[in-house]
């Protein structure tokens, strides 16, 4: 028991010396938190498309088609910037980046509207950037169907004069669209807070992993000891994921709490149970890393390493594409990522409120995922990086003998 603790003190001093005079990973362990969250919140931001470019072919040319121009123009997300004669002169338009999207108003559409039977305008749009068509959409829909039900109203006073106590003084079927957890239906505030637990999961992973590159290439400042007896690994691994706990807890508070804080993001969960349900997550992560140490065999494999994982893991997340329509191997592959607990946990209790009780499946599985990857790291350590930095430690001696 002495020895496995005298190990642990050892392997903490000698990794934390290491850590400091090492600017690589010091720069993945605080800077890439620090920064990367901004970087990418600014990015998104401001959250919603606003007065996307427009342009009209009207074919009709009435005073209900222009009505529906003026609506469309008075709409938060589309702009009318101006008539086109005919459709090719509106292609051209969008050719040219001018505008990004075209309604076109076939000749009888007031005729038909009048007549109650359906009117339909054509809409185009841009496709390079599904945020724009969006907007188009979400204006022209809600346009159409204002219209429409003023259309209606005023035939029914018509017919039956009566009924304008009932249809004019008020909406027979009020809509009131709310979003939970995302009261701006802001692109920023549905993607950022899964973004934020991937940023987390990729600074540990990387940081863990240089250090097992920065190990082999100074094998005299680390936490092993190549030419004396077999230290406890176990120790080993438990003083290094201590430090790199400690390392990380400002970094983390900063992204779970402070980034949302900055940028106004739902945060309708409760901090202190948003920590305890990261702490596996980020354990998990740092036994992955060690894993990853097995094959990082210079500090810059894991810029390698990072441009293989990254979009791997975010696609394996569920933020592009829902994970219930995952194929069984590629769902597989995500179960065993920690970021796609994560992600589900956190998104749940950050943007929706859930208690920890509540995102219990996530929960107990980053503990299991912790579990089976420290059993890996302690293979990793003991069978692969142990071994290869005695020998690296002999090939340095004999060249400077």
């Known amino acids: ?123 185009y749009c841009e496709m390079s950037l599904l945020l724009r068509y969006r907007a188009i959409l979400v204006g022209a829909t809600d346009v159409m169907q204002d219209l429409g039900a003023t259309l209606t109203t005023e035939r029914i006073d018509e017919i039956a004069p009566l009924a304008e106590t009932i249809t004019a003084g008020a909406d027979l079927m009020p809509i009131h669209n709310v979003t939970m957890g995302n009261l701006e239906s802001g692109f920023d505030s549905f993607i950022m807070p899964g973004i934020l637990i991937l940023i987390l999961q990729q600074s540990l992973v990387l940081a863990v992993g240089m250090c097992g590159g920065a190990s082999r290439e100074h094998p005299f400042r680390s936490c092993y000891a190549p030419f004396g007896a077999t230290r406890p690994i176990i120790a080993s691994i438990l003083a290094r994921t201590t430090l790199f706990l400690m390392i990380a807890l400002i970094p983390t508070l900063y992204i779970i709490h402070y980034v949302p804080l900055m940028f106004r993001f739902p945060m309708a969960g409760n901090i202190f149970e948003e920590i305890l349900f990261i702490l596996p997550m980020m354990l998990s992560s740092i036994m992955l890393g060690m894993i990853f140490q097995g094959v990082v065999r210079e500090r810059e494999s894991v810029f390698l390493l990072w441009v293989v994982t990254s979009v791997i893991f975010l696609f394996l997340s569920g933020l592009t594409w829902p994970r219930y329509a995952f194929r069984a191997p590629w769902l597989f592959l995500s179960d065993c990522v920690p970021a796609t607990w994560g992600v589900e946990g956190f998104i749940r209790m950050n943007t929706n409120g859930a208690s920890l009780s509540q995102v219990g499946e996530s929960y107990r599985n980053l503990w299991i995922l912790t579990g089976v990857y420290a059993i890996g790291a302690y293979v990793v350590q003991r069978f692969v990086q142990y071994p290869a930095v005695r020998r690296h430690a002999g090939q340095s001696v004999s060249a400077s003998c």
């Open 1 to 123: 028991m002495k020895k496995f603790f005298r190990e642990y003190y050892d392997t903490f001093l000698r990794e934390g010396r290491m850590v400091k005079g090492d600017i690589g990973i010091l720069i993945f362990f605080i800077l890439l938190p620090l920064a990367y969250p901004i970087v990418y919140s600014l990015i998104y931001n401001p959250e919603l498309v606003r007065d996307v470019k427009m342009v009209v072919v009207d074919h009709d040319r009435t005073p209900l088609s222009r009505e529906l121009t003026r609506r469309l123009d008075a709409t938060e997300g589309i702009r009318l910037i101006g008539y086109a004669s005919d459709l090719s002169e509106a292609r051209r338009a969008i050719d040219s980046h001018k505008a990004y999207g075209i309604l076109e108003i076939p000749e009888g559409f007031a005729r038909r509207a009048g007549r109650l039977e359906q009117a339909n305008a054509v809409m």
